[in-house]
């Protein structure tokens, strides 16, 4: 049994022979090997993109625009408006304020601030999906102007080699 | 008192939505007045589940509970912020975005926000994933541990049951005679389908080459699929390599009724319901060892922790040819999917509640 299909496969099932079915699978692999089966490695083939090892950048540097995302998320966050509840601390009116002050709220905004504010929410909405495409399209735009700068870089030292072979 | 659940999206088939569904059911039964909203209602929800935006009305009920379902980004996650009840985070896991990148820009900034939007819910008064994975996720972007807890989703075993066979398809996909593998979910990146047709690609070529690979799942990510097709059609697998789709209740059963093998090679998974339905249906499971899936398989099914694509599918050949392995496999699965019933689950949902002060007595 080799190292690596005890790696591979690994049964946790107390009722089962672990190390029995693994042997299984290495003489498996071993007699197809053998006799050719296999062909050519399946990692090579197919598109780049899909290869295994390929990298992937877990940072947001490429943006150039640090805080970015969470600025758009705290932006997202903050973007549907509420009416405000109201308390009050004073003793013994404190209640009857706020009794006061919810029956004024709910006078003025049924008819009046509701509107505006679903309005509003509206437009916020509408700013930060606005915002969000942008910022993807900033992204973009970082990623290929990142892209130009080191082409850019590597034409000028060849140009530079170019130079310097002719001068000689 | 009042209990609310918000999800984004409620449709039928969905397992968050129905994961919400049975949670309502459960409270209903134990005579506390529940309802439900969603950003988006799908028609046959509409009945029983309301607007998210209705949900405002309720902003100030200070003995209410709120449940909010976080499983993608949604502007509803305002709502949990500012409302001034008791406030339960049900966390179905939200993919790293960098497993986007370079796929799609859009779902890549959306998963990118909706994790760093989960720190903000943080002081919530409960949170529960839908793993210990998931709750570890919670505990790590801010949430006190002594707050958080696990809650598996539910896998009602009863709506399965009354879910019809298509005998057409049935016949059509046992017909052939071929050994049949599957796979179901998004196809998007963190599923690595890549490595599951490389598998049964190897399967395929030096084992069997009457085989079938089944990809049941929604595709939406134009670069990915044509990346995958195009790693198909590399692979000479054309007539051997099915993408379904996103497919009716009655057909999923069907596909599952009709494998052989359930295969999935995720990197990333909150818990993985589909591992559930295999267990139900009795499909020996062959899974990466990664992100939730042990946990969700605990001794059940077989894990491959690396690739070894001839390894992986030298293993799959023996569970699908090796009566007593496949037999003990599909036994112990469904010693683990009884672990994991409705009624552990309903117990453990009681216990939360329960820590939120609604059942005084216990």
């Not at chain 1, 022979?17 to 197809?32: F, H, N, P």
Request: aromatic fraction near 8%; proline fraction near 4%; glycine fraction near 6%.
């Amino acid at each position: 049994m080799t190292d690596e299909t005890v790696s591979v496969i690994e049964i946790r099932d107390p009722a089962l022979d672990g190390e029995a079915i693994a042997l299984q699978v290495c003489r498996g692999v071993s007699q197809r090997q053998t006799e050719g089966a296999y062909g050519p490695d399946p990692s090579a083939l197919g598109p780049e993109s899909l290869r295994p090892g390929r990298v992937v950048s877990v940072t947001d540097a490429t943006t150039g625009f640090p805080g970015l995302h969470e600025a758009l998320a705290g932006l997202i966050a903050r973007g549907t408006l509420h009416e405000p509840a109201f308390v009050s601390d004073a003793p013994l009116v404190g209640p009857l304020i706020v009794a006061v002050r919810r029956f004024w709220n709910w006078m003025s905004t049924k008819w009046y601030m509701r509107p505006i504010l679903s309005q509003q929410s509206d437009v916020n909405a509408r700013a930060i999906r606005l915002i969000s495409e942008l910022a993807q399209w900033h992204e973009l735009d970082a990623r290929r102007l990142g892209q130009l700068e080191a082409r850019v870089a590597e034409l000028e030292a060849h140009l530079a080699s170019l130079e310097a072979e002719a001068e000689l | 008192m009042k209990v609310h659940q918000i999800v984004y999206g409620a449709m039928a088939g969905d397992a968050i939505t129905t994961h919400m569904l049975e949670i309502d059911a459960r409270l209903r039964a134990w005579g506390l007045e529940s309802d439900m909203f969603a950003h988006y209602v799908a028609p046959e929800m509409a009945d029983r589940v309301r607007p998210d935006r209705e949900y405002a009305a309720f902003f100030h009920e200070p003995d209410d509970l709120l449940i909010y379902h976080y499983g993608l980004y949604a502007l509803s996650v305002r709502y949990f912020q500012v409302t001034q009840g008791r406030r339960l985070l049900i966390y179905h896991n939200i993919t790293p975005a960098h497993y986007f990148r370079g796929w799609d820009r859009k779902q890549e900034l959306l998963c990118d926000v909706g994790r760093r939007t989960l720190s903000s819910l943080s002081d919530c008064d409960l949170a529960l994933g839908d793993s210990d994975f998931n709750r570890r996720e919670l505990v790590a972007a801010g949430v006190p541990a002594e707050r958080t807890g696990v809650l598996p989703i539910f896998l009602p075993q009863e709506n399965l049951e009354a879910i019809s066979t298509d005998h057409n398809l049935l016949d059509r996909l046992r017909g052939t005679g071929a050994v049949n593998f599957l796979t179901v979910g998004r196809v998007v990146p963190n599923k690595a389908l890549q490595d599951v047709i490389r598998i049964f690609g190897v399967y395929h070529r030096a084992i069997n080459s009457r085989s079938r690979l089944y990809v049941v799942g929604s595709r939406y990510l134009p670069a990915y699929d044509a990346a995958l097709d195009a790693l198909v059609a590399d692979l000479g697998l054309d007539e051997a390599v099915v993408f379904a789709g996103r497919v009716s209740d009655v057909a999923l059963k069907t596909y599952y009724q009709a494998a052989d093998l359930y295969l999935v090679a995720s990197h990333h998974e909150g818990f993985c319901v589909p591992l559930l339905e295999s267990m139900y249906f009795g499909v020996p499971i062959l899974a990466r060892k990664a992100a939730a899936i042990p946990e969700t398989l605990g001794e059940a099914g077989v894990l491959f922790a690396d690739l070894g694509y001839e390894q992986v599918a030298e293993m799959a050949h023996l569970l699908v040819t090796d009566d007593a392995l496949r037999d003990q496999v599909i036994f112990k699965q469904k010693e683990r999917l009884h672990e994991l019933r409705p009624e552990q689950t309903e117990a453990e949902l009681r216990r939360a509640l329960s820590r939120l002060g609604l059942f005084s007595s216990e």
